[in-house]
């Protein structure tokens, strides 16, 4: 039985009971005819929080020793882990504090807030996670106050595993999983209960493709930090993986798949437009992977674990614009016009085509702005229109530089 270091995930389900709700574990007929397999989705989105964090913080806090706990814990983060150790604070009458990077929006400290309730104090410090984590560790260390991570623990892995345990008392005859991974407690907590349970059953987890930290992991053997990430995918976004999970996810994860950011930003849309559920972006990561696994889950039941839903409505457009960009339906161009009259007309009436729109139109110059180059942003119907458009502009004698081929120009003037 797998299982080395003695996790008691059932005990783990009676101590989070009384506090983290049961998720409920949802058939998906549009995937599962997509995909000619049988879908279901558990919806940790709809967790009391918002995410599965809950389970592993309360987990953990719940079994700190009175006298260890009695001046308090301590955490560090800008997202669902906060959230997580908030509400535990509260429920469990413990004093905590939050360190938050200053840059956090303003929505995710009014959330982590209102769940503590009054038994927390946040903490805005360093302009990234690092320099956060730094200071809350010294604070921990000066207040003799006891750490909570995010993931690096036994017993919050132990209290991601109940998410597994609810999966396998629902459909126990589970063939394959898709698990979002960023630090991997989910995945090596949920993981190991799968596997005890079902050596055969399959194990797939996902990262995103600009912070693939786990795959990195992987391939060196060992867990590394890598030097820079994307940090879109914010609650799958870590440099390094964990100390303790890494061991775990090595030995019990039968795939890493990597998720395009822009391919996650298209099922989110899919997701909250065709099934009314709102997923975060590291939510979004296990469904955004079933057209790289489609031939491997054909004909079997397979959950996806949607692991939070915390979604800032103020990222949408962001969102938007990012799957956009991935289906190649939007494209930007820096567009020298023709010195000669009426050349934006003819722009407009015979280079686009017909269900081509001009989303943003700025010339890029201060002085003599008509007569210099534009910064033209066109919104396509089919990506199949890229190609004649670009061959409309050529013909017409308008010298181009696509800027979604050079992404150093773009994020500069995109």
């Known amino acids: 039985m797998l299982n080395p270091h003695n996790f008691d995930f059932l005990a783990a389900v009676n101590r989070i009971k009384s506090v983290v709700k049961r998720t409920p574990l949802q058939h998906n007929a549009r995937l599962s005819e997509k995909y000619d397999c049988e879908v279901y989705l558990k919806r940790e989105d709809l967790q009391l929080v918002r995410s599965y964090k809950l389970r592993g913080a309360y987990n953990m806090i719940s079994q700190i ?11 560090a983060s800008a997202g669902n882990h906060a959230q997580g150790v908030a509400y535990s604070c509260q429920a469990l009458k413990i004093k905590g504090t939050i360190f938050m990077p200053e840059i956090t929006p303003k929505q995710k400290i009014n959330q982590t807030t209102l769940f503590g309730n009054g038994w927390i104090d946040i903490v805005l410090v360093g302009d990234t996670f690092d320099d956060c984590l730094a200071e809350a560790l ?5 207040n003799e106050m006891t750490f909570v991570p995010p993931f690096d623990h ?5 209290g991601q595993g109940t998410v597994g345990v609810e999966i ?4 126990p ?3 394959v999983v898709i698990m979002p991974i960023g630090g991997g407690g989910l995945a090596s907590g949920a993981g190991t209960y799968f596997k005890q349970t079902n050596p055969n059953m399959v194990l797939i987890g996902v990262e995103p493709e600009g912070a693939p930290s786990m795959d990195a992991a992987f391939k060196a053997g060992r867990p590394i930090k890598l030097a820079q990430i994307n940090r879109f995918i914010d609650g799958a976004a870590v440099k390094s993986v964990g100390l303790l999970t890494y061991p775990i996810c090595r030995e019990i994860l039968d795939e890493i798949l990597l998720i395009p950011e822009g391919k996650v930003c298209t099922t989110i849309l899919r997701l909250y437009n065709e099934e009314a559920i709102v997923a975060e972006p590291a939510g979004a990561l296990a469904v955004a992977s079933l057209d790289l696994c489609a031939a491997q889950i054909k004909g079997k039941k397979v959950v996806c674990i949607i692991s939070g839903g915390n979604n800032d409505i103020e990222r949408m457009q962001e969102i938007k614009e990012k799957s956009l960009l ?7 161009f820096i567009v020298r016009f023709p010195q000669r009259p009426g050349a934006l007309k003819l722009f407009v009436n015979e280079v686009l085509g017909p269900h081509d729109d001009i989303t943003r139109f700025e010339f890029i110059k201060k002085t003599e702005r008509e007569s210099g180059p534009a910064l033209v942003g066109i919104e396509l119907k089919s990506p199949e229109d890229y190609t004649s458009l670009v061959s409309r502009m050529k013909e017409f004698k308008f010298e ?15």
């Not at 010294?138 to 000066?142: D, H, I, L, P, V």
């Not at 396998?168 to 459909?171: A, F, G, I």
Request: charged share 25%; with cysteine.
């Open 168 to 171: 396998l008392e629902d459909l």
């Open 65 to 75: 020793p009175t006298q260890q706990i009695k001046n308090g814990i301590v955490c």
């Open 154 to 158: 036994y017993h919050v892995i132990e």
């Open 173 to 175: 005859d589970t063939e």
């Open 400 to 414: 181009i530089i696509e800027l979604n081929q050079d992404q150093t120009l773009f994020e500069y003037l995109v």
């Open 326 to 332: 991935f289906e190649g339906l939007k494209h930007y």
């Open 138 to 142: 010294r604070y921990t260390a000066e």
